[in-house]
């Protein structure tokens, strides 16, 4: 079974940055470099939201909330995912969640839930002065 576990959030001021990671382990079968990965977020009384994905391929989306700030990258070698969160905004509080999940063509990668199996427990970013 595949494990992950994020770091990295905090307590940060409006305009500062954040990086958070992700980190996958504890499964034999499920090798990250032949999957997709993808950032979720979920904000009090908020549905959970799709912010930034990478496919195994290499292709990366992001939401209009986030694109241009935010950046995501992976380190197969280290089996660990990352999000680069710039220029952070009060609306960017939320509980962070990274998630992996396996699509046949190996440049999609979509928000959608259901399409990622493995899920972190999450970490907290509050973006406040």
């Known amino acids: 079974q595949l494990q992950l576990v994020e770091s990295g959030g905090g307590l940060v001021q409006p305009g500062g940055s954040l990086r958070l990671s992700c980190a996958a382990s504890g499964s034999t079968v499920v090798s990250l470099p032949f999957y997709a990965v993808a950032w979720f977020r979920q904000a009090p009384g908020k549905e959970r939201e799709g912010i930034s994905c990478s496919s195994s391929g290499g292709r990366t989306n992001y939401a209009d909330s986030v694109d241009g700030r935010f950046t995501i990258s992976r380190d197969n070698a280290k089996n660990t995912v990352y999000l680069q969160m710039n220029s952070l905004k009060p609306e960017d509080t939320a509980v962070y969640y990274c998630?992996?999940?396996?699509?046949?063509?190996?440049?999609?990668?979509?928000?959608?839930?259901?399409?990622?199996?493995?899920w972190g427990q999450g970490t907290q970013v509050t973006v406040s002065s």
């Open positions: 998630a992996v999940g396996y699509y046949t063509d190996s440049l999609k990668c979509q928000f959608l839930r259901r399409e990622y199996e493995y």
